[in-house]
Nanobody, 121 residues
């Protein structure tokens, strides 16, 4: 089994900061791309940021300069530092990882359960 567990969501005022964490556990052979996505009520799930196992990052235009994604390969964890938060950042944030399990030849995407981020104006 593979599990992704997010933490760090909550309620914050506009202009504030939050740090999300996601820990991967299970019978893992390798992880390549890890990322964060978000879904606001009534909207589709959108990319926030991704990071490769070599540290190459990619951000949605709406969060560039405000959010920073990082990872710890030894801990199989990915983080999202969110600064200068805006009310429009309010959403459920999901961790994603592309994983190859031990004994498997193929890669597959896995998702966390989501953590709520609410930014008040």
């Amino acid at each position: 089994q593979v599990q992704l567990v997010e933490s760090g969501g909550g309620l914050v005022q506009a202009g504030g900061s939050l740090r999300l964490s996601c820990a991967v556990s299970g019978s893992i052979f390798s992880i390549n791309v890890m990322g964060w996505y978000r879904q606001a009520p009534g909207k589709q799930r959108d990319l926030v940021a991704t990071i490769t196992n070599g540290g190459i990052t990619n951000y949605a235009d709406s969060v560039k300069g405000r959010f920073t994604i990082s990872r710890d390969n030894a801990k199989m964890a990915v983080y999202l530092q969110m600064d200068s938060l805006k009310p429009e950042d309010t959403a459920v944030y999901y961790c994603n990882a592309n994983i190859r399990r031990r004994g498997w030849d193929s890669w597959a995407p896995y998702w966390g359960q989501g953590t709520q981020v609410t930014v008040s104006s």
